[in-house]
């Protein structure tokens, strides 16, 4: 019987084919429309996670402290108050995994006729500990490298690839600021931060290597900041603490002084910027979702028009023997079927049109199966939902009067 009842709902769709494709169109733009961004989303989503899982876990950033001069107060890092020893005594903290003290500057490189301006930071064996960040090829220098403040590199992708395309660096001598220094090694590809930078574009030193040969300082043993990492996550507050408590322990301030120095959470700054893309994806699927909604809108006006253009005919099933419900299942089944088939061509143009953004557009996308579902059952329950009232309205009708409907 259902089946015979599919054939009746294919008949009359197919007797009005423009007024059906009209029909489904709003269905078609509104699943198509949630797919694409959705797809959007969860690529936004993913090209996050990927930004925060390529920092590290568990990560604090201590900064060197402010200073006022001439009534103009300049920001962190204005006074070099942060020291090696500080580094050493934040890592002996229990609550700390390891703390890396980092030098930063900027200076050209130099490789035969190939030169590269790049970020060259000076740094201890931990940094990569901290950052979770392996050599790709060859190895990272050692703590005797740093003692001895030996020239030696450490090269990100980015640098590695200008410098010497496709051959191994590993070995070779480069030159910074006309000094020679050798390559031990390339770091595996961390990609973009979260500000769009690029990580890779980068050269690592050892610290005292910096301080003594490569950019100098008038203080000795001053760093600009120091990564720090966590235990775990579920210790991050009280590593904080401990932090602050000893660094104004070691820089001696009084009780009622401001701290010297700015301990930044990157992780909850990271997984606040993840929540925050969370909230704009289920923002986009939420706006594109309303298209769904005017779809089955559509939906109902038309079946009401099918109603009413087959008010005679639904008389003379009444007056046969059709009972209620065979007409109430006969107009839901038609609305049903007009709902899925805009779904199924939706779910198609919604992923054609993913595909067409990721080619055209620098954009990421991910298209996720929840998605398909998710829209495949609301544009179901939209067409049940919309096409109940005209399948009632049909099953209601009093078959003399349908009867005598011109």
Known sequence: MIFMMLQEAWSAMSANRLRTFLTMLGMVIGVGAVILMSSIGAGTQAKVKESIASMGSNLFIVLAGSMT???????????????????????????IKAAAPVVPGTAQLVYQSANWNTQVSGTTPAFFEVRDWPSEEGSVFSDSDVRSATRVAVLGKTVATNLFGDESPVGKTIRIKNSPYIVLGVLASKGQSLDGRDQDDTVMVPITTAQTKLFGSQFKGVVRFIMVEAVSESV????????????????????????????????????????????????LAAIASISLLVGGIGIMNI??????????????????GAKQRNILLQFLLEALMISIIGCLIGVCVGIGGAYGVSAFFPISVVITQSSIVISFLVATCVGVFFGFYPARKAANLEPIEALRYQ
């Open 303 to 320: 079946m009401l028009v099918s109603v009413t253009e087959r008010t005679r005919e639904i008389g003379i099933r009444i007056a046969i």
């Open 236 to 283: 991050m507050d009280k590593a904080e603490e401990e932090m602050q408590v000893l660094l104004r322990d070691n820089h001696k301030l009084r009780p009622n002084a401001e701290d010297d120095f700015t301990i930044r959470n990157l992780t909850a700054l990271a997984n606040t910027a993840a929540e925050t893309t969370k909230a704009m994806s289920l923002m």
């Open 69 to 95: 001069s001439g009534g103009v107060r300049i920001g962190s890092g204005g006074v070099q108050t942060l020291k090696m020893n500080d580094a050493s005594a934040i890592e002996e903290l229990s609550s």
